[in-house]
């Protein structure tokens, strides 16, 4: 069973809050990855991290942003919330192995009002 | 670019059916093949995988081939219960792409007693 872990689960919140979204895992993985998923179900790439102090954008132009401090830590802030940033967010982490499987938290659902 | 096309849902079939969610990708290389669920109000969770053409992956009753000759990786299983309703998501990932995924638009299953 993957020890991926996320924080808050759900979160309703004012448009113009300064939110952080926590994820974490205990597996060691060097990779991490964030997904934004729509209500269509579509999953985007919005940022991802290789290790430590590496931190890459994805995909899909997101005004959120993320940090690696530690390895096992990787979250991500929206320093003002707008309704537009309403979604499901997943985290995910893996080994550096191509052949190898993401592993994804259990996700947060944001509502910006 | 890669990309991966899935059925478009809703899949839905009484319990004891036999099921199948067509997949077909494009890709410049040689990669890996997956299928992942996603269970309500959960994330996702890898359901199967295959590294190589002709190799099958198999779990909980599901089953896919890698056809390298037609691009294809169908997710088949002989009779659904009602607990396999979820959102199906085939994914590759290049071998030489450092384990980045590109997923098909996920397709939902329900499944009716």
């Known amino acids: 069973e993957a020890d991926i872990y996320q924080t808050p689960r759900y979160l309703v919140i004012g448009t113009g809050k300064k939110i952080t979204l926590e994820c974490s895992q205990t597996m060691g993985h060097d990779k991490m990855y964030w997904y934004q998923q729509d209500p269509g179900m579509e999953l985007h790439l919005i940022h991802y991290s290789y290790g430590v102090n590496s931190t890459e954008k994805g995909d899909l132009s997101s005004e959120s942003t993320v940090s690696r401090i530690r390895t096992e830590h990787f979250p991500l802030t929206l320093e003002s919330a707008r309704p537009s940033h309403t979604s499901q967010y997943l985290c995910?982490?893996?080994?550096?192995?191509?052949?190898?499987?993401?592993?994804f938290g259990p996700g947060t659902r944001l509502t910006v009002l | 670019g890669d990309s991966v096309t899935q059925m478009e849902g809703p899949v839905t079939l009484s319990e004891e059916a036999f099921l199948t969610i067509n997949c077909t990708y494009t890709a410049t290389g040689y990669p890996s093949l997956f299928w992942y669920v996603q269970y309500p109000g959960e994330g996702l969770q890898l359901l199967l995988k295959?590294?190589?053409?002709?190799d099958k992956g198999s779990n909980k009753g599901f089953e896919a081939t890698y056809r390298k000759e037609t691009t294809s990786f169908h997710l088949e299983k002989g009779s659904v219960q009602v607990s396999d309703s979820a959102v199906y998501f085939c994914a590759l990932s290049e071998n030489n792409a450092g384990n980045m995924l590109t997923f098909g638009g996920g397709t939902r299953l329900m499944v009716k007693p």
């Open positions: 295959a590294t190589k053409a002709d």
């Open positions: 995910a982490s893996s080994r550096y192995i191509s052949t190898d499987t993401q592993y």
